[in-house]
Each structure stands twice: as C-alpha cells, then as structure tokens.
C-alpha cells in the first residue's frame, strides 16, 4: 500500500484543463480559445524580435554570469519595472517611497504581496471582483486571508456595475484590501473610465481601504502602455500606500520565463525601508532568491532606449491585431445575422472577450465544433486567426439559435 492511498484524483485546473482537453482531442480542426497566450494569425506561439535580441546580447556579454540574484531579484529590472508602471516622474519613485521585488511573474508578485499581508497586515480581509481571474481566490486564501467579493459586473448591460461596486467598497470593515485589475480585466474585458477610477480611488480612500493592484496586461490592452497604467497612476499620485502585482508574461511575451515584480507603495521612505527588510524574510524560506534569465531581458529592454522603442511597436503590434480580431467577429456574426446585440465584443477591452454565452452553449460549441473555451463563456480573442474567425461564428450562431 501507498502511503498516498487516501488520496482522491483532483480535479483539473479550470483554465489549464482546457488545453488538458484541447490537447486529447485527435481533430485537425480544433480551435483552443481557453488559453490566455497571444498566438500569431498562424495560431503559433510568438517570441518578440526584440526578445531574441536581448538575448543574443545576453549571449555574448562575457561579463555575465549564473551566480544568485539577491533575494528580491534583480536592481535594475525592479528599478525599471517599478518605473514602467509608475512613471519615471512618479513621487513615490523620486520620493523613494516604494519597494519593489522581482517575483515569479504575476500569480508569484500576487503571493508574495498576499503573504507579506498574512504576516504584517492588520485586516486579513480582501475583497475580490465578480467574476474575477479564478486563481486570485486560491492565491488570498493560501495565503490565510478571508476573501469577500465586491460587485463588478453587470450581466444586464455587459458592462461596469459602478454604483454596486462603490456600494460594495463602501460597506467594506474599513482598512480591507481591494483587488482590481489594473487593466483589462480577466475574464470580463470590462474597465472603468478614468472618470470612474477617480470615483473608485475617493471610496477606497474615504474607508482607508488598501488597494492591491494585478497588471497582467500592460500595454496589451490598448497598445499604449502609458494609457493601461492609468488607474495606478491615479491612485499613486495622491501619495496613499498600494500594492502592485506586474507580469511580463502578456507584453513581453515572457510567459515561461515567470517575470514579474511586486511593488509596495509606502508614506514614506523610511517605512519602505523596514517594508523591504520584512519582505526578504517573507520571501528567503519559500524560494531563496528569483531566476535571472527573463528578468536580465526584461532589464535590458526597458533600459535601452533603442530596444525600448522596438517593443513599443511589436507590443502595439499584438494589442492590434487583437483589436482586428473584434472586428472580424463582430462582423462575421452580423453577416450571419446571428440574433442578439454583439457590440460587447467590440467594446471589451484585452486578451479576452466575455461573450455572455453560458455553460450549455458553450458546451455544445465544443462537442460539435471543437472550440475549446471556458465554461463561463471567455473567449481568448488573441488565439482567433482570421482562419478560425468564421468557425467561430458558425459555433456561436449555431449555438444561440
Ligand atoms: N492576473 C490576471 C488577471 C491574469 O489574467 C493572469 C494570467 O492569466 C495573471 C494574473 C498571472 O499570470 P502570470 O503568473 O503568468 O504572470
């Protein structure tokens, strides 16, 4: 007997199970939109130019080597980092008032912050979007904080539930910390204006809540990526404390090298100071120290302005070609007359569009035309080609008439 006897076979992951299925199924016609991976108009994976340039310079700097980073990674790349977000004028950076440590990319930032505030935190309480990406449940509560959610999307107009939402924050026990999505929010594609953002910042403020920001998709969003770093931008500039979780893994196309930084914004620069200490701590015993590879890319790009500007337009190039995919959609249900108002999917904003089909149609369009996609009815627009746009449109016309 096994010493592993009483254990159950666990269910698959709800996102990486569908490439699971998609990956078992014989059929060359098969179309996978579950993934969360920009795929080229030919439906490969994409390395950026700029990427395997920074590489090949990495390649043949003598001067570089495998030793340890230290445990918060990499100087530069959270220096950069920090300032791709914030801004290069940004006070808490001139002021010197944040932190900020290279992690495993966006899900490691996300636990790394939510273990610091297990640890050092006084309201073990957050309060995540509904819906929201399924893993921030698991990440919090692993972590050992409670988690709440707060009103976000509206099933009736497929847009922003603004005034739940500020209800929501509102009846918050003050001082809780509040997960948003800094752009292009997973699975709903559905952001606030900047008006809006304003009105969120004066409520989470008003309660002296603590906001905990997840960029995945800077720059991914609307191809620019001073525009995707709007909302923190607004909620830093009034010189209250926040937590930033970035990836590298969408707009960089880094997705297997797992960069990404968590960043504590504090009041003051001696705070961040001891903030750093105890981060360090929260971090030695779970992995040591981050990997150097994708981190050494990422900073030589966003250091070199030469480099800078090529991702600048291949990032846009991606964001675009997204963009172009809404379109295609769009019109390729209008010409089948498909009945219902499509015009979300042209709105929705990232990697995704939240189509508004449910469970039984969405699995209907798997069974009878091998579209793979979430149960929630997400589809992955940056896995469409212009091959698969008008399968898509059969399955989806096929499945709400
Ligand atoms: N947060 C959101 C909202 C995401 O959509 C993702 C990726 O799908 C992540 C975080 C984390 O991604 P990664 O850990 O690969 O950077």
């Not at 254990?7 to 179309?31: F, R, S, W």
């Not at 309060?127 to 959610?149: D, E, I, Q, S």
Request: proline share 5%; aromatic share 8%.
């Amino acid at each position: 007997a096994s010493v592993f006897d009483h254990l159950e076979q666990a269910p698959e992951d709800p996102i990486l199970g569908i490439t699971v299925a998609y990956n078992k199924d014989p059929h060359p016609g098969k179309v996978n939109l579950g993934v969360g991976a920009y795929r080229t108009e030919e439906g490969k994976p994409l390395i950026l130019n700029v990427v395997r340039r920074a590489e090949e310079r990495l390649l043949a700097d003598r001067s570089k080597n495998k030793e340890y980073l230290p445990i918060t990674g990499l100087a530069d790349f959270n220096k950069r980092s920090a300032m791709l977000i914030l801004g290069s004028d940004s006070p808490a950076v001139v002021e010197k008032r944040l932190v900020t440590a290279q992690c495993l990319s966006g899900t490691g930032s996300l636990r790394v912050g939510a273990e610091f505030l297990a640890r050092h935190y006084g309201v073990k309480l957050v309060f995540l979007p509904t819906p929201t990406w399924g893993n921030h449940f698991k990440v919090f509560m692993n972590a050992g904080l409670a988690v709440k959610t707060y009103r976000y999307y509206d099933n009736k107009t497929r847009g922003l539930d603004y005034e739940g939402m500020l209800e929501d924050i509102g009846a918050a026990p003050s001082g809780s910390v509040i997960l948003l999505h800094a752009c292009a929010h997973n699975p709903t594609g559905v952001d606030p204006t900047p008006q809006q953002w304003e009105g969120i910042r004066q409520a989470i403020r008003n309660r002296g809540h603590l906001p905990f920001f997840d960029s995945a998709y800077q720059g991914f969003a609307s191809g620019s990526l001073d525009k995707d770093a709007l909302a923190v931008r607004t909620f830093v500039a009034d010189g209250g404390e926040c937590f930033i979780a970035q990836s590298f893994a969408k707009n960089m196309g880094l997705y297997g090298e797992r960069v990404g930084a968590l960043s504590i914004v504090s009041k003051s620069s001696g705070v961040a100071t001891r903030v750093e200490s105890q981060l360090k701590l929260v971090i030695r015993p779970m992995y040591s120290n981050p990997p150097i590879h994708g981190a050494s890319i990422v900073a030589l790009v966003l250091g070199d302005g030469d480099l800078f500007s090529e991702w600048t337009v291949e990032l846009k190039g991606m964001a675009d070609r997204i963009i172009s995919m809404r379109h295609k959609l769009y019109d390729a249900l209008r010409a089948r007359g498909t009945p219902g108002d499509w015009t979300h999917i042209l709105k929705q904003i990232g990697m995704f569009s939240f189509t508004g089909l449910n469970k039984e149609q969405v699995q209907f369009m798997t069974r009878e035309y091998r579209i793979y996609m979430t149960l929630d009815g997400r589809i992955s627009m940056a896995g469409l080609s212009l091959k698969t746009v008008p399968l898509l449109a059969d399955a989806i016309h096929a499945a709400v008439t």
